[in-house]
């Protein structure tokens, strides 16, 4: 999950932060949602596509989410909010990413690798000692949990916030409405689908992680606006594609697998008796491309409409 994916893949890293942003909203027309609806004969699913972490400025959100917020009777997240706000949820991850054989993360980098942690760790020594982590204790953990330390400093860093995240902004409303709530699959097996990486996976994400954050935040500003402007193609170029092409196994082991292990759930939820609808908010990676939950749901034969005012009319995109 490079650094560009975390925004768009997994809610796990975003919850569980200990980080936090403080900036000025900005007066800025709402996101074009990467929004969709799916319909049976009685029934509809409401798919959302979420920023996990987002700027003050990226709120009220579209009339469109609002709308569909308003018609459904439940919500459907990756991860319940009652996982996301457990106080554990972070020692959790932090448990299974200890590296239990005695040796360092430095003893499985490339020097050159290892030279780029160093780097970024000394550019952001002050942050992370500001946050009870000394830079050396990164060594005491798997490539996979230091690779989500790297992308989630970077981002707080560019004054991104995991409170403003599409992920907590629905448990919060879904809260104060008295709207049930419920994952897709459990904080378990979220940090099971990251810790059951591949090593060479793991390295690869590090390396990805780290390249793109000495950088810069170019990549970080270029997805926002895709997500931000409503462009299901240049989002899934900018993450999807290239990872797809780049860490193909990578690809089908963060992406492919959970999309298909949630379909069930969701046709589920279109099969059940009765009117009620439900609005589900994913990463929206999960959503795009041939693998993603729009396309999977179409071809097996439900009704997909894109809703989006801003963008002049309805379509199937």
Known sequence: ?????????????????????????????????????????DNSLY???????????DYPLSRDVDEAFAEAEALLFEMSPQEMA???????????ALRGDGTTLDSELTPALREQLRAWTERNDAVLRGQGM?????????????????????????????DLGLDQHFASAAEAAGKPTA??????????????MARTEQL????????????????????????????PEQVWQLAGA???????????????????????????????????????????????????LVEKLRARGHRVERICSACGATGGQ
């Open 204 to 231: 690869q994400y590090l390396a990805d992680v780290l390249e793109s954050a000495l950088a810069g935040n170019e990549e970080l500003a270029r997805l926002h606006a895709a997500w931000r402007g409503g462009d």
């Open 1 to 41: 999950m490079p650094m560009r994916l975390t925004k768009l893949l997994s809610p796990l890293v975003a919850a569980s932060l200990l980080f936090a942003a403080s900036l000025p909203a900005r007066a800025e027309a709402p996101p074009v949602p990467l929004l969709w609806k799916v319909s049976d004969a």
């Open 86 to 96: 457990s106080p554990t949820l972070a020692l959790q991850m932090g448990q299974a």
């Open 183 to 196: 994952g897709l699959e459990t904080a378990r097996q979220q940090i099971d689908f990251l810790d059951g």
């Open 47 to 57: 798919l959302l596509g979420s920023f996990h972490m987002l700027l003050p400025g």
């Open 134 to 162: 000394a830079p050396e204790m990164l060594q005491m953990f798997e490539p996979w949990f230091v690779a989500l330390t790297v992308s989630m400093v970077d981002m707080v860093q560019a004054g991104y916030a995991a």
């Open 242 to 292: 290239e990872m797809r092409a780049r860490y193909p196994e990578l690809y089908r082991h963060i992406n492919v697998q959970r999309n298909d292990a949630w379909l069930p759930e969701l046709e589920a939820r279109l099969a059940a008796p009765g009117t009620d609808d439900t609005l589900v908010v994913v990463g929206a990676l999960h959503l795009l491309g041939e693998d993603g």
